[in-house]
């Protein structure tokens, strides 16, 4: 899974990160990132970040264009990708302990369809590690020229090795941990490659998750002072029925924003082309679709003020204006920065920006 290098050298370096296997490649770019950020080579793939304000769940977005978790599993590379010009920045999913995830190969590309699978299956160096580079990043206080600073989403799921029925368990135990770091928190009950964990979308689990979780925010209100919003991110591969009742699950719960959709299981976009039947969670174009249905019920019935997060297919700015159009207040970009390189963020910023003027 190459990930973004230099917006002015990536059409070189795809070449030959896409000649590399998908996780090493992945693997080398992150390094590479790790290292340079807060140096002076992070001018390489730095980008004016767009102005484009707007506020959700009590937080100013400076633009409306975020880095979806998945990409940057243990935090290590924030501050790059502030760099680049995000407006908002997702890290994780962070479980209690660390994981190796599911064996490899675990990631795939289909360039035809610009799209990706993976059945990473959150592996993480766990809790601890995630929360110490958390509050190593230092873009909160590079944000000294006067504009607001880039927020901070930190994502959190469960143990593989956890019964599903103690799945709060570990939900509750990230929370306690990212809380006091987070801009907002992020309940993910929709990868498809830790098991059972989209049963926690049904009716009778999803209200015991969210109602544990907001019964612990409360206590953490109190303890660090501060009201942190939660998040709940749901997968596409849902029926009308079954996101009303999460919609309904959301609102009656207080929870403060929706993120649709996670990676899709479906394979009518990429059949019979080359890994179109690798177990995992298919993302790039072909989710697009789904995702924008998704987002289109989920604000019929939230109403208009209720926020909504969308990401899945955006590989343009016309993507990220159809999903605006389709009831999103602001989007992720995941595999759009895999085919697209770092250039990808202020396209799509801008195209927000300008689609409202």
Do not use: W
């Amino acid at each position: 899974m190459p990930m973004p290098l230099p917006s002015s050298l990536y059409g070189l370096a795809r070449p030959f990160l896409f000649g590399l296997d998908a996780e090493h490649a992945h693997e080398v770019t992150l390094g590479a990132l790790a290292r340079t950020q807060n140096t002076p080579l992070a001018c390489l793939y730095a980008a004016p970040r767009v102005d484009d304000p707007v506020t959700l769940a009590g937080l100013q977005f400076p633009n409306r264009v975020g880095l979806a978790a998945g990409l940057d599993k243990n935090a290590r590379c924030i501050d790059a990708f502030a760099a680049m010009g995000f407006g908002f920045v997702e890290v994780g999913t962070v479980t209690p302990k660390a994981q190796p995830g599911n064996a490899r190969p675990r990631i795939f590309r289909l360039p035809a369809r610009e799209a990706l699978i993976n059945r990473l299956g959150f592996n993480n160096e766990g809790l601890a590690a995630f929360v110490a580079n958390v509050k190593r990043a230092r873009f909160r206080s590079a944000a000294s020229s006067g504009k607001a600073p880039m927020l901070l989403g930190l994502n959190i799921g469960k143990n593989a090795a956890t019964p599903i029925e103690r799945a709060v368990d570990d939900y509750l135990l990230c929370l306690d941990g990212v809380y006091a770091h987070a801009d907002y928190v992020t309940v993910n009950i929709s990868s498809p490659n830790t098991a059972n964990l989209r049963s926690l979308q049904s009716d009778e689990a999803l209200d015991a998750l969210l109602g544990a979780v907001a019964e612990r925010r409360e206590a953490l209100v109190a303890r660090h002072g501060k009201r942190v919003p939660l998040f709940v991110k749901i997968a596409p591969d849902l029926d009308a029925a079954q996101v009303a009742v999460i919609a309904a699950t959301l609102q009656r719960h207080r929870m403060d924003g929706v993120i649709a959709t996670n990676t899709t299981l479906s394979r009518d976009a990429v059949a019979g082309l080359p890994h179109a039947e690798e177990a995992g969670g298919l993302s790039g174009a072909p989710v697009l679709e789904a995702s924008n249905r998704v987002i289109a019920q989920l604000r019929a019935a939230l109403g208009p003020a209720f926020p909504i997060i969308g990401t899945g297919g955006i590989l343009s700015g016309n993507d990220a204006q159809a999903k605006i159009a389709a009831g999103a207040d602001v989007v992720q970009i995941y595999t759009g920065l895999i085919y697209k390189g770092p250039a990808i963020v202020r396209e799509a910023a801008l195209a927000l920006r300008n689609a409202r003027r």
